[in-house]
């Protein structure tokens, strides 16, 4: 019973996620009935000393992130710069190569630290023209777009300043560029054989005769790009790659500046214990906002007149979009602290710990709780929670490096999180004019191509030792 309670309150919040309702108003509620069921003396307490105090340290370590990626995305995106790398990349991939190219454009500005969601909003525009312009279904769009946006660059490939990178430092003690070799070798599978699908998708459609579609008939059509004048190119990029080569520097320099911790005096007057801040649990996070910082400076010395006029608005919805993607996975977080103190949490923890080997004991947990939250890092920030003290035990029993553990636990988090009911699926086909059962298939397709690829890594790690 006490299991189909855990499952019970786990499909409800995938069903309210998938119907569209809040995920921060429908978590708690999911929770707080799986405890009512279980020991309705416990709803009170559990809400006020586990629900909240995880959603709230959640947000104490992650809040500055989403708000410095929003605003740094907002500033790209609002500057002109995310236009003229898509720009340049058509120019020099080639219109005939539409597919490539987006999922270029994609992969540079999620490795440079842009929001997914933004991304979605600014690639959008342009693939429309490729795709019409190459009689290429609209309908492969969102598949193009996934593959670009939604896997390699958010967690495979060392360094990427996304979320999903981040959250398992503080668990395993690692920072972004853990297990750089596994992390590439996962990323060129996934974007050889996401390339290979999509090809023969563009092939099946063309033998069939089957075009763009009729843009009449069309939603969500974007206007068609008319020409403006773009920054340059190398000035546009440059933000991405201050972001990315400072979170590699940070990454290595703070903690040789703060040594293993460091503290401080939070009284001028009287008496107080000193605020202890164990810097190997925050030098990650800590690069990345610096990393963040840098960039966001550098758009502003680059573009200060066109961002001028449009910051006050654009700040606001860089901070909303932070706000609400942030509470999102927060609340998630709380409901995956209440859910793992309930009784039938253990069978599913008793069932998962049955799988021998400790790095696919790690995947299809995470990949699987990813899956049922429709979140990626809602996901992996459950199963870490309740489970990383385990995985660790194992992998040290093992011999298995941390690094692998954060680079398989990061990996699979954006495996099956990308279900019907996933926010960002949701985001991408509401901006294409899309439906799921248009475009669904090939974000699936992807879905199936990121989830093999981390077994693929971790078989390479078990026959090479590389990491």
């Given at each position: 019973?006490?299991?189909?309670?855990?499952?019970?309150?786990?499909?409800?919040?995938?069903?309210?996620?998938?119907?569209?309702?809040?995920?921060?108003?429908?978590?708690?509620?999911?929770?707080?009935?799986?405890?009512?069921?279980?020991?309705?003396?416990?709803?009170?307490?559990?809400?006020?000393?586990?629900?909240?105090?995880?959603?709230?340290?959640?947000?104490?370590?992650?809040?500055?992130?989403?708000?410095?990626?929003?605003?740094?995305?907002?500033?790209?995106?609002?500057?002109?710069?995310?236009?003229?790398?898509?720009?340049?990349?058509?120019?020099?991939?080639?219109?005939?190569?539409?597919?490539?190219?987006?999922?270029?454009?994609?992969?540079?500005?999620?490795?440079?630290?842009?929001?997914?969601?933004?991304?979605?909003?600014?690639?959008?525009?342009?693939?429309?023209?490729?795709?019409?312009?190459g009689d290429i279904p609209k309908r492969l769009i969102p598949g193009t777009i996934a593959l670009g946006a939604f896997t390699f660059t958010m967690d495979a490939l060392p360094g990427t300043p996304q979320i999903q990178n981040i959250i398992p430092t503080t668990f395993f003690?690692?920072?972004?560029?853990?297990?750089?070799?596994?992390?590439?070798?996962?990323?060129?599978?996934?974007?050889?054989?996401?390339?290979?699908?999509?090809?023969?998708?563009?092939?099946?459609?063309?033998?069939?005769?089957?075009?763009?579609?009729?843009?009449?008939?069309?939603?969500?059509?974007?206007?068609?790009?008319?020409?403006?004048?773009?920054?340059?190119?190398?000035?546009?990029?440059?933000?991405?790659?201050?972001?990315?080569?400072?979170?590699?520097?940070?990454?290595?320099?703070?903690?040789?500046?703060?040594?293993?911790?460091?503290?401080?005096?939070?009284?001028?007057?009287?008496?107080?214990?000193?605020?202890?801040?164990?810097?190997?649990?925050?030098?990650?996070?800590?690069?990345?906002?610096?990393?963040?910082?840098?960039?966001?400076?550098?758009?502003?010395?680059?573009?200060?007149?066109?961002?001028?006029?449009?910051?006050?608005?654009?700040?606001?919805?860089?901070?909303?979009?932070?706000?609400?993607?942030?509470?999102?996975?927060?609340?998630?977080?709380?409901?995956?602290?209440?859910?793992?103190?309930?009784?039938?949490?253990?069978?599913?923890?008793?069932?998962?710990?049955?799988?021998?080997?400790?790095?696919?004991?790690?995947?299809?947990?995470?990949?699987?709780?990813?899956?049922?939250?429709?979140?990626?890092?809602?996901?992996?920030?459950?199963?870490?929670?309740?489970?990383?003290?385990?995985?660790?035990?194992?992998?040290?029993?093992?011999?298995i490096p941390m690094e692998v553990l954060h680079r398989v636990a990061a990996m699979a988090s954006g495996g099956m999180d990308t279900l019907p009911h996933n926010g960002a699926v949701i985001t991408l086909l509401a901006v294409t004019g899309l439906s799921h059962r248009q475009?669904?298939?090939?974000?699936?397709?992807?879905?199936?191509?990121?989830?093999?690829?981390?077994?693929?890594?971790?078989?390479?790690?078990?026959?090479?030792?590389?990491?």
């Amino acid at each position: 019973m006490s299991f189909l309670i855990v499952l019970a309150a786990l499909c409800f919040l995938m069903f309210v996620a998938y119907r569209g309702y809040s995920v921060i108003l429908f978590a708690p509620i999911a929770a707080l009935l799986a405890v009512l069921l279980t020991d309705p003396s416990l709803v009170a307490p559990m809400f006020s000393g586990l629900f909240m105090d995880k959603m709230v340290g959640f947000l104490k370590n992650y809040f500055p992130v989403f708000l410095l990626g929003a605003v740094f995305g907002k500033l790209i995106e609002i500057s002109g710069f995310s236009r003229a790398i898509v720009t340049a990349t058509i120019r020099a991939v080639g219109a005939s190569r539409a597919m490539l190219a987006i999922v270029l454009v994609c992969a540079l500005l999620t490795y440079g630290g842009v929001s997914l969601f933004v991304v979605v909003f600014a690639v959008y525009p342009f693939a429309a023209e490729l795709f019409r312009q190459g009689d290429i279904p609209k309908r492969l769009i969102p598949g193009t777009i996934a593959l670009g946006a939604f896997t390699f660059t958010m967690d495979a490939l060392p360094g990427t300043p996304q979320i999903q990178n981040i959250i398992p430092t503080t668990f395993f003690k690692t920072n972004t560029w853990a297990a750089p070799w596994l992390g590439v070798a996962g990323s060129l599978c996934i974007f050889v054989i996401g390339m290979t699908y999509l090809e023969w998708r563009r092939r099946a459609a063309l033998k069939a005769g089957e075009g763009y579609g009729d843009p009449a008939q069309l939603r969500n059509e974007p206007v068609a790009f008319t020409g403006e004048k773009l920054a340059n190119p190398v000035i546009a990029i440059l933000p991405l790659v201050l972001v990315g080569t400072a979170n590699k520097g940070l990454s290595s320099a703070i903690p040789a500046w703060y040594g293993a911790s460091t503290s401080f005096n939070p009284a001028v007057i009287g008496k107080q214990a000193p605020v202890v801040q164990e810097v190997s649990k925050l030098a990650a996070i800590w690069a990345v906002e610096g990393a963040l910082l840098i960039g966001i400076v550098c758009v502003l010395a680059f573009a200060w007149r066109s961002v001028a006029k449009q910051l006050a608005e654009g700040s606001k919805a860089a901070v909303g979009g932070a706000m609400l993607s942030a509470m999102n996975t927060a609340s998630e977080y709380g409901f995956g602290a209440v859910i793992a103190a309930l009784p039938g949490f253990l069978v599913v923890a008793n069932a998962l710990k049955a799988i021998p080997h400790p790095l696919v004991n790690e995947a299809v947990t995470v990949t699987a709780l990813a899956g049922i939250t429709g979140s990626a890092s809602g996901g992996m920030s459950i199963a870490l929670a309740a489970m990383s003290d385990t995985f660790i035990a194992n992998a040290h029993a093992a011999g298995i490096p941390m690094e692998v553990l954060h680079r398989v636990a990061a990996m699979a988090s954006g495996g099956m999180d990308t279900l019907p009911h996933n926010g960002a699926v949701i985001t991408l086909l509401a901006v294409t004019g899309l439906s799921h059962r248009q475009s669904y298939k090939d974000i699936f397709a992807i879905t199936l191509i990121k989830t093999f690829a981390v077994f693929v890594v971790i078989v390479l790690y078990s026959l090479t030792g590389a990491v």
